[in-house]
């Protein structure tokens, strides 16, 4: 867990420093912060998609995953919930919903976090946690610089997210196989992608609406794993 406790120090540390820069940027660079963070998001994600998707055995399953998620994740409108939240405790004329969503995407969404937790619990190699941790702690400035230092809150479920990751890689290693990492790294680049959409105005794709696609990929290699396919 050392890398985990690293990672969200990085965080943490980023936010901080991000939301003092703050007081001191005018609207304008606010708005190139702005800018940054979504063509930011947007490449992270593109670049997940292209780095796995030659290796999925599964070709159609993102498009399964994203569809089927985004069908669940708007029944249980997760999206309004989750701005109402933000919302209720930061102030109506608040973006602070719309930087966490990104932040969470970025920081627990991303191969270096999921394999990251996965390589330490099993071969006590905590090399992708650091690596991790020194890109959050400059995407956590930049996020904090323009959001607040209510990205901070990102941490936690950053801590939360590799926790269990790194539980379940303890109890399970064999069951968290290359090719399921594979096809959630394809979907997530996705998430990251639209919520970078988003950032940018160019749609309002509601991606928290979508976090229920992360779960169809392991439901379904697990499945073909068990029946053989």
Same mark, same amino acid.
């Given at each position: ?47 997940? !998609? !292209? ?179």
């Amino acid at each position: 867990m050392l890398g985990t406790i690293v990672n969200t120090c990085c965080i943490l540390t980023g936010s901080v420093v991000g939301s003092l820069v703050k007081r001191g940027l005018k609207p304008e660079y606010q708005s190139a912060l702005f800018t940054a963070c979504g063509l930011a998001a947007t490449g992270l994600g593109i670049n997940s !998609v !292209v780095q796995n998707m030659p290796n999925s055995q599964y070709p159609v399953l993102f498009i399964i995953s994203l569809a089927l998620g985004g069908l669940v994740g708007t029944a249980l409108d997760l999206n309004g919930r989750f701005h109402r939240l933000t919302e209720s405790r930061s102030g109506s004329g608040s973006r602070l919903g719309e930087g966490l969503s990104t932040a969470i995407l970025l920081f627990c969404i991303g191969t270096l976090s999921i394999l990251g937790p996965i390589n330490s619990a099993l071969y006590g190699d905590n090399t992708y946690l650091f690596t991790n941790a020194t890109l959050d702690l400059v995407t956590s400035m930049v996020l904090a610089s323009t959001y607040g230092i209510g990205i901070a809150i990102a941490g936690g479920v950053l801590f939360c997210w590799q926790g269990a990751i790194y539980l379940l890689a303890t109890l399970l290693g064999s069951f968290m196989t290359e090719s399921m990492m594979t096809e959630i790294s394809i979907v997530g680049g996705f998430l990251i992608a639209s919520s970078g959409l988003s950032i940018l105005g160019i749609k309002d794709c509601k991606t928290l609406n979508l976090l229920p696609a992360l779960a169809i990929p392991v439901l379904w290699v697990a499945l073909a794993g068990w029946l053989g396919l």
